[in-house]
């Protein structure tokens, strides 16, 4: 495969379907002991995979992200992990014995940088109450949005005794710079320039 054909290559690479997020890592400030952000993104508790059609079991202290006592003030933090065309997710609300606990109303927001964040427009802003586990993931979509980051402040819960949530899994395509010709070829040009630059030496 000649150099030619390798910018080309790069300069017709098209966006892949959209797919899950894998490697999303999560954070909060408002965390209880007896759960950790890490829970909501590695899969722990899901039967059948880490898939938006998987069941995921009772809400647990080693399954679930559990916020302090004041749900108001509760954020998560999420960050994908490079850029992506976020279009929606699979959100696994608490469930079973804990469900009083999980969110009824949140907005969900992401950034490009981590510092400013953005309301998506006609995401979701109410999450149904769970009361049977193990229990399916509710599936939301949006028009896709470009984000590194993503953050839930939630506002309300079904309860005061703070927020929990099982899973959360995003959906979404890899933002793959396009490279127009001009920018494919000039890695080439270059080298021909170079090529010739050493060959008029040689002859001189």
């Known amino acids: 495969?000649?150099?030619l054909t390798l910018a080309?290559?790069?300069?017709?690479?098209?966006?892949?379907?959209?797919?899950?997020?894998?490697g999303v890592t999560a954070t909060s400030p408002?965390?209880?002991?007896?759960?950790?952000p890490a829970n909501v993104v590695n899969g722990t508790g899901l039967t059948?995979?880490?898939?938006?059609?998987?069941?995921?079991?009772?809400?647990g202290s080693n399954t679930a992200w559990l916020s302090?006592?004041?749900?108001?003030?509760?954020?998560l933090d999420f960050a994908l992990g490079d850029l992506y065309s976020l279009s929606g997710m699979a959100f696994w609300?608490?469930?079973?014995?804990?469900?009083?606990?999980?969110?009824?109303?949140?907005?969900?927001?992401?950034?490009?940088?981590g510092l400013i964040y953005t309301a998506i427009a006609g995401g979701p802003t109410t999450i149904a109450q769970v009361p049977a586990a193990p229990s399916p993931a509710e599936i939301f979509t949006w028009t896709p949005v470009v984000?590194?980051?993503?953050?839930?402040?939630?506002?309300?819960t079904y309860n005061t005794n703070g927020s929990l949530v099982n899973e959360v899994l995003f959906d979404g395509t890899q933002v793959v710079p396009e490279l127009d010709s001009t920018t494919a070829l000039t890695p080439l040009s270059l080298i021909c320039l170079g090529l010739l630059s050493l060959k008029r030496r040689r002859a001189s």
């Not at 408002?30 to 950790?36: E, H, L, Q, R």
């Not at 608490?94 to 940088?113: E, K």
Request: hydrophobic fraction near 45%.
């Open 48 to 59: 059948g995979g880490f898939l938006p059609t998987s069941l995921h079991s009772q809400s």
């Open 93 to 113: 609300n608490a469930n079973g014995a804990f469900s009083a606990r999980g969110i009824a109303t949140l907005q969900v927001l992401t950034s490009l940088d």
């Open 147 to 156: 984000a590194r980051f993503v953050r839930f402040d939630v506002l309300t």
């Open 68 to 75: 302090g006592a004041n749900a108001a003030d509760s954020q």
């Open 8 to 22: 080309l290559s790069a300069a017709l690479l098209t966006q892949a379907s959209a797919a899950p997020i894998l």
């Open 1 to 3: 495969m000649t150099l």
């Open 30 to 36: 408002n965390t209880n002991a007896g759960g950790v």
